[in-house]
Every structure is written in C-alpha cells, then in structure tokens.
C-alpha cells in the first residue's frame, strides 16, 4: 500500500506462501535485502507477511516479488477476471496488457481477444480493482469486473484460501494418521501376526505401497520446501522432517526390496525383522497435525483485523445524474456522490453534499453519543448514519481513509518485531544446521559404538534428533503473541504503533484516559428533573410524549425513563424539530417547547427561575433540557454520562502500581474537575 516515507521511499507490505519457521523468515529477509535500494525488510511467521521499505526506481518491485520467489517461496496474490469491451484483434489485447503490466502491484495478466476478458493475479494492496478499470479505459475500451468471482475484498479472497489450505491439511492427517496406524499393526513385530504375514511378497508390497502414498502424497509440501531451502543454500524444520522421515522411508524400502529379491545377506540379518514405514507415515502424520493446529492459531489471529474491514461496506449507492446504482465498493472513485440511509455504515470518508442527521462517530471517536451534522460537514467510512438519508461525497477511500488508516496501522504493528524477536530469528537461522550437525554426530556415535544392530539404532537416534527439533515453537511463539495481544487491543479501541511500543508499555508512569466511553459508560442518562410547575410526573410525562417522535440522542433516555416509570407516553401533534435547538409539538390544546436556552428564549420564555439551577447542572458536567408548556416553564431536566463502577478501581489500581492517571476531555474546567474527583 505504498505509503510515503520520504519524497522517494516507499514503504509496502508483501504477503508471503510457504514459510514454517524462523529460519524460513531469516532466508525471505536475506533475499528481499539483496536487492538493491531495499533499506529494510522485516518479515512475519505469523502473520505471513514481509514489510518492505525500499528506495523507489522502476522494476524494484518486481525485482523483490522476483527474490522471494528465487528463495523458494510465493508471493500471496489475489484472481480477478474483467470484462473488456470494445478489443478487435491481437493489437488491441497486447494494448490492455502493456497498460495493466505497467501498474505496480499487477504480478500477471492474460487477456484473451475471444472471451473479451483478462484474468489478473495482483496484489490488492499495491493496486485495487478501480486502479486497474482506470489503467483500461484510458487505452480506451470499457471494463467491468465479472460479477461472479469479485470478492467484495481482498481479504475475503484471503479469508478463502487460508480456510481451503486447513481443509486440505486436515484430510491429509485424517488420511496420514489411518494409514500409519495400519502401517503400524503391519510393521511392528511384536504382534504375532507380522513375523508370519511378513514372509509374502504382497504383504510387503502393501506396506511399501501405503508408506509411499503417505510420504510423497501428504509429505510433498515438506519436500516442496525443504528442497527449495536446499536449493538457496538454507535449511529449515521442513528440512529435517525430510531428511528424518526419508532415512526411515529409504530404509525400509531396501529392507522390503531385498527381502523380496532374496538377498542372503539381509535376510539372516536382525534388521531384516523391522520395517519403519510406519515410523516415517506418524511422523509426518504428527507433523501435519503441528502444521493444521498452527494454521487454525494464525487464522484466529487474523480475526481482528477481518473485523476491522467488516466494518467497511461491500457495495454503495452511487448517484450518476438523477439515477442511484448500486456498485462494488472498489469502483467508487474521489469525487463520486453516495447516498447513505438510515442505518447504514457511511462507506468513504468525504463530505455531506445535502442532508442532515445523526452520525455515530464512536468506532473512530469512542464518543458514543451521534453528532449532528449537515451539508459541509466531514464523514468518515465505518461511521453509521443513524437518522436520515445524506448525500456524500467520496474525498479518500480504501487505504486513505480513516478506517484504512486504522487497518494499517493495526496490520504494521501485527508485522513488526520486538528486539528480543530478532534475536530469536537470528538463533534460528543457525538451529536447523546446528540440529543436523548434532543428528550427525549422534548417527556416527552409535554406529560405531552402539550395540548391533548398531546401524538399526543409530538410524533411530538420528531420526529422533531430526524430528523433536523441529522449530516451529521458536519462531511462531513471540509474533503469535504479538498479533493475539494487538488484535485484542484494537477490538477495545487500543491502537498501538508497533511491537516495541507495546514492549515498553511495562515501563510507563503516566496513562493518559479518555473520560467519555472510558472512564464513563458512554451513554447519557437522566440525573435530575427540577420542577418549577406541576408535578415531576407531568414534567416527565410532557417530556417523553414529544421527545418519542425527536431523532435526538438525547432524547432517548427521557424516553426510556418514563417507560420505566410506568407512564403513558403520549402522540404528538405537529411536531417540529429544529437543529441545534431544540423541539416543538402540540399536545392537544398546549404548545410544548423542549431545548436550549438559545430556544425557549427566542419563544419568549422567562428562564429566571432555574438560571442557578442550570448554571449548577451544567458546572457539574450535565447537559440541560429546558421544557415549557404555552411559554410558561415548567422546569428543566439534567442528563449525564454516567461514571462507570470499575472506573474508581481501575484508577485506584494504577496509581497503587506507581502510574499516575491523566483524564483527558473537552468539557469545561469545572466538569472535568468533578468527574476526576469520583474516580
């Protein structure tokens, strides 16, 4: 998502296929690094993905897609397939081509003249679909995503795929693990039945063939990488599941070849009676069922940033001239008008062209009271409109809006690493040799000093060192907890810039707290009803029958409290309701006025009797409601954002811990002052 760092560096995250371990992120970070102009490069075991921050020139991007892929790794990638209209010939499709190459996060296109489309393989946060439609209609043809295999994100795609790959590795264990256990009622001698059925050529077939279907049909990813790793001069766990599983493999295969060949020599010989294809079809069966449980725990991981972009709407209402239409998101261009309903999400961040309503900023704000606005005003996506109909304009979308902002800043702190994590990717890089040198001298040791058959045993040994090694653990134990403990935070409204940030949270001694939605519960209340006339049942009666037809917030809880209370609420007659004001209705013969001082003044209503009153409310941090009948005041109602329980514990806590606590809000002095003084 390239984002500017300077005026020519470039900072974009990469996600990456393939990787099992630590040592498999430290030969990622040493490849992308030896290209050049690339300053840093960071990688994630957990969350599979490399930030890359690097000098911009033509090709670099490639160049890095290039290396990670020359270390035996893939670049994860999303499928698209568009609709082009208006091609001819050849020239035409080698037009589109050169147009879509030419776009910096395009890893392929194929656009075939016939079928009038283009498939493309992209990643999604270098360049969104509507980047790729303009490329193609400024060559001049008309394009369309294929409505059938758009993925309303990038991230659904994504969310696919993982699900797909941990449905395959679980019916590999299922398969891996039955298999190996009949290999190990066939191979065991032990049994009574294995020392006689061993003497037939097609019982050993059976075992050889089972063994084989389990190591080069569920063990193929092990070989697929621990080869690659070979091939780029590193090793990883995947390297000694092979080599491990493969002595134990090869051995019994010549065990089984020659005892059906008859050679003299084998089989009069101790190890003739043991075949370990089993040995080798559990290994990779307990291996698999690692690699499932990991997948299911990076999956989980995840879950907070998928609820992040949830919260962003797949399609939106786009106005063009006097006609709505109803588009993919990811068509939406700055500068198009939207129309967002009551109760919808407001999809971009831009500003009210007409209309006016109650918008629930608290997902960006935590203030949980709706703010009014009206034309001029600045909306931001992810926020819900929550009254009435608004028309928008769209200033910043996908990344660049505020809720991408959030993503991001989410996503780069899941992707950074801790000091102490480096230091374990270091140490890992080295572990996997070190393994294999150990597993080598342990192999030497005992074929030379171990007890016959001395081959027999040093074979195990070097099988089991390989195996227990695996070190999967040290390089997923520190980001997994880093992505769970960010992903939590973020869910809570707790954003935290990087791994480090959060490292040294032990060593703070001041937190700074939001009062309202933190230190508060974020919802008005009704505190106080001051009468000057009547009863505070008839006030409270009044009250709630014209503020049941009011859209705002504040009304909501004199309503709720006299329904609580057991009143009718009665139905108003002409109502009114007049912005930043106040309301106005009639209840049967009477006028009722409900609103601020600024209203019930200009109604010509005497405010004297609750001036000290109000001015004391309103001190203590309340907000006031004035209410009159035929301009005659009969009284006014104080409504607060109540204190929550655990907030007074929560303070008394830090402080006991040596934190000092700073409130931070944009009351007045005076409120401020008597809500610190509660907690």
Same mark, same amino acid.
């Given at each position: ?7 020519s ?30 300053e840093e490069?960071?990688v ?6 490399a ?40 020239a ?17 296109v ?18 969104p ?15 369309n995503p ?7 994100? +990038? ?7 993982q ?8 019916y ?8 190996g ?35 080069f049909? +569920? ?10 790793a070979?091939?780029?001069?590193? +090793? ?5 599941v092979?080599?491990?599983t ?13 005892r059906?060949?008859g ?16 040995t ?7 291996v698999?069922?690692?690699r499932l449980?990991?997948?299911r ?20 209402s786009?106005?063009?001239g ?18 967002v ?11 009210i062209?007409?209309g006016?309503?109650?918008?629930d900023e ?16 600045q909306?931001?996506? *992810? ?8 028309i ?13 902002q ?6 780069? +702190?899941?992707?950074s690493?801790?000091p102490?994590?480096r ?23 005992w074929?030379?000093w ?12 070097f ?7 695996c ?18 935070? *973020? ?13 040294k ?12 939605g933190?230190?508060?519960k ?20 009044i009250?709630?029958?014209?503020e049941?037809?009011?859209?705002h917030?504040?009304?909501?809880p ?5 329904i ?10 002409n109502?009114?309701a007049?912005p930043g004001?106040?309301v106005?209705?009639?209840m ?8 601020n001082q600024?209203?019930l003044?200009?109604?010509n ?7 000290s ?12 409601i ?9 009284g ?13 514990a ?11 606590t ?12 008597e ?5």
């Open positions: 998502m390239p984002l500017p760092e300077t005026s560096q470039l900072t974009t995250i990469v996600g990456i296929n393939g990787m099992s371990c630590a040592a498999c992120t430290a030969s990622v970070e040493t490849a992308i690094r030896s290209v050049s102009n690339v490069a960071t994630n075991l957990a969350t599979e993905k930030t890359v921050i690097y000098q911009s020139r033509p090709t670099i991007l490639k160049e890095i897609l290039n290396a990670v892929r020359d270390s035996g790794y893939s670049i994860k990638t999303e499928h698209i397939t568009l609709e082009i209209q208006g091609m001819t010939c050849a035409c499709t080698s037009t589109v081509e050169k147009a879509m190459s030419k776009l910096e996060g395009v890893v392929e194929i656009v075939s003249l016939t079928k009038e489309q283009a498939q493309v393989s992209y990643l999604e946060q270098l360049t679909v509507s980047t790729m439609i303009d490329a193609v209609r400024k060559v001049g043809y008309n394009v294929k409505l059938d295999n758009v993925s309303s994100d +990038a991230k659904g795609s994504q969310l696919t795929s699900t797909k790959e941990i449905s395959l590795l679980k590999k264990f299922f398969v891996s693990a039955f298999v256990f009949i290999l190990f009622l066939g191979s065991f001698n032990r049994f009574p039945w294995v020392n006689t059925l061993i003497q037939y050529d097609y019982y050993l077939l059976t075992l050889l063939s089972l063994g084989t279907l389990v190591q049909w +569920a063990g193929s990813s092990f070989y697929k990488s621990g080869l690659s070979l091939r780029n001069k590193t +090793a990883n766990m995947y390297t000694l092979c080599l491990g493969s002595v134990a493999y090869i051995y019994s295969v010549v065990i089984t070849l020659t059906i060949i050679t003299v020599e084998i089989e009069n010989s101790p190890m003739s009676k043991t075949l370990h294809f089993d080798a079809a559990i290994i990779i069966a307990l698999i069922l690692g449980l990991e997948r725990a990076r999956h989980r991981t995840s879950d907070a940033i998928r609820q992040l972009i949830d919260l962003k709407p797949n399609q939106v786009k106005i063009t006097s006609k709505e239409m109803i588009i993919p998101i990811s068509e939406l261009i700055i500068g198009d008008t939207v129309i309903k009551p109760g919808e999400r407001i999809p971009v961040d831009g500003e062209v007409d006016y309503s109650w918008i608290s997902m960006i704000s935590g203030e949980s009271i709706p703010l009014e606005k009206g034309p001029g005003g909306v931001y996506s *992810a926020t819900i409109n929550t009254t009435r109909s608004l928008i304009r769209a200033d910043r979308l996908g990344q660049h809006s505020i809720l991408g959030i993503i991001e800043m989410v996503e780069k +702190a899941q992707n690493k801790i102490i994590q230091i374990v990717d270091a140490f890992a890089a080295h572990f996997v040799p070190g393994v294999i040198a150990i597993a080598g001298i342990s192999f030497m040791f074929f030379i171990g007890p016959e058959p001395s081959l027999l045993y040093s074979l195990l040994t099988i089991s060192i390989l195996v227990v090694a070190p999967c653990a040290i390089g997923l134990a520190t980001p997994t907890a880093m992505i769970v403990s960010t992903g939590h935070a *973020a869910n809570r409204g707790i954003l935290i810039k990087n791994a480090e940030t959060l490292e949270t032990n060593k703070a001694t001041v937190v700074l707290v939001d009062k309202t933190t230190l508060t974020g919802k008005p209340e009704v505190t106080d009803i001051f009468v000057i006339k009547g009863t505070r049942t008839e006030l409270l009666h009250a709630a029958s014209v049941v037809r009011s859209e917030p504040l009304g909501k004199i309503v709720a409290l006299a609580n209370e057991g009143l009718n609420i009665g139905k108003p007659d109502f009114e007049f004001l106040g106005k209705a009639n049967g013969e009477h006028c009722v006025l409900l609103g600024k209203f003044t200009s109604n209503v005497c405010l004297d009797a609750v001036a009153v109000r001015t004391e409310m309103e001190e203590a941090g309340k907000t006031t004035l209410v009159a009948k035929d301009n005659q005041l009969l006014i109602i104080g409504l607060s954002d109540i204190i929550k329980d655990e907030s007074a929560m303070v008394a806590h830090l402080n006991s811990l040596g934190v000092e700073i409130m931070v809000t944009g009351d007045n002095p005076k409120s401020a002052q809500i610190a003084r509660r907690v």
